[in-house]
Nanobody, 121 residues
Framework: QVQLVESGGGLVQAGGSLRLSCAAS????????MAWYRQAPGKQRELVAR???????SYADSVKGRFTISRDSAKNTVYLQMNSLKPEDTAVYYC???????????????WGQGTQVTVSS
């Protein structure tokens, strides 16, 4: 029903920058919140950043001041600008969107396939 396609991952040296994108398509009535999570090897998936439909943002303490989440509502796309990257930011990054599919006020959660971010020291 809803597909999330991520792009922008890759290999970067410490101190570098990357910009992730996640575009949603399908039967979308409205999108409530959009978020980025990450999962490093052997660790649990953790919330990195979230942006609501009203534009409010929140960040994990570990990325505050370095990462910026934004959204283009017209394109149903969420972005994650990552600056001053550190080796500990290495992980698979997943986008997540809370979507209302019709006028019925029921929301569902959808996930992207994940994109690898590797930061070398």
């Amino acid at each position: 029903q809803v597909q999330l396609v991520e792009s922008g991952g890759g290999l970067v040296q410490a101190g570098g920058s990357l910009r992730l994108s996640c575009a949603a398509s399908g039967s979308i009535f409205s999108i409530n919140s959009m978020a980025w999570y990450r999962q490093a090897p052997g660790k649990q998936r953790e919330l990195v950043a979230r942006i609501t439909s009203g534009g409010s943002t929140s960040y994990a303490d570990s990325v505050k001041g370095r990462f910026t989440i934004s959204r283009d509502s017209a394109k149903n796309t969420v972005y994650l600008q990552m600056n001053s990257l550190k080796p500990e930011d290495t992980a698979v990054y997943y986008c997540n969107e809370i979507v209302q599919l019709s006028q019925v006020p029921v929301q569902r959660s959808f996930w992207g396939q994940g994109t690898q971010v590797t930061v070398s020291s």
